[in-house]
């Protein structure tokens, strides 16, 4: 089945620094792609749709300038946390949206950031 | 803005039995999706299961089942002959047409931890 890679699984940066996240559809195109953070024993909370060729849509009270997405090719998205600190620290997922197969979402690992 | 609720935090059966697991939610759209997802330890999301919200029919997936109530917004997962693999946290999901605000990115409820005991 499809497949939704995403790199690094877990990562530790320092504040005030800055990391990228990469979500990759391994053998699909997709045009949209989405990211969730996830806080411990929490829900996935839906941070910003990333469309390819085009802006980002954040959601309401999602940073734009601290978590930069882009999404440059059709299977690949990057999620940047900028001046990253602790409170950063969670659990992203992204996912993606393959238009041929019914727009069935596939989602990835996760990416555990931890901001020290 | 939908909204999606899991009134269950933990539940807990013996292998072998039924379980179901209960979601509720609130839109005033009329064309959507729902869904149930598995998030096991690894925090791998895996989709259980899927229903179209024009289908009158329950969707079935070998021992995974839906109770879809659209007139109640009521979409419950039946889970028959429990396994220890379905330990997990499920998370029930909504998308719509403008989900959250953005474009069609899911919606879910706070998830139900369900513990399967040999």
């Known amino acids: 089945g499809a497949v939704v890679s995403q790199h690094p699984s877990r990562v530790i940066c320092k504040s005030g620094t800055s990391v990228k996240i990469e979500c990759r559809s391994l053998?699909?195109?997709?045009?949209?792609m989405f990211w969730y953070r996830q806080f411990p024993k929490q829900s996935l909370m839906l941070m910003a749709t990333?469309?390819?060729?085009?802006?980002?849509?954040?959601e309401q009270g999602v940073e734009k300038d601290k978590f930069l997405i882009n999404h440059a090719s059709l299977t690949l998205s990057t999620l940047t946390v900028t001046s990253a600190h602790p409170e950063d620290s969670s659990f992203y997922i992204c996912?993606?949206?393959?238009?041929?197969?019914?727009?069935?979402?596939?989602f990835g690992e996760g990416s555990w950031l931890t901001v020290v | 803005a939908q909204t999606v609720t899991q009134s269950q935090p933990e539940m807990s059966v013996q292998e072998a039995e039924t379980v179901t697991l209960s979601c509720t939610y609130d839109?005033?759209?009329?064309?959507?999706?729902l869904f149930w997802y598995k998030q096991p330890p690894s925090r791998q999301m895996i989709l259980v299961i899927r229903q179209e919200a024009y289908k009158q029919q329950n969707a079935t997936e070998n021992r995974f089942s839906v109770n879809f109530q659209k007139a109640a917004k009521s979409f419950s997962l039946k889970i028959s002959d429990s396994q220890l693999g379905d330990t997990a946290m499920y998370f029930c999901?909504?998308?719509?047409?403008?989900?959250?605000?953005?474009?069609?990115?899911?919606?879910f409820g706070k998830g139900t931890h369900l513990i399967i005991q040999p």
């Open positions: 999901a909504f998308r719509g047409p403008r989900s959250g605000g953005g474009a069609d990115g899911l919606t």
């Open positions: 996912s993606a949206r393959d238009e041929l197969s019914g727009n069935t979402i596939y």
């Open positions: 053998d699909f195109q997709a045009t949209t």
């Open positions: 839109t005033s759209e009329s064309n959507y999706y």
């Open positions: 990333s469309n390819e060729g085009s802006k980002a849509t954040y």
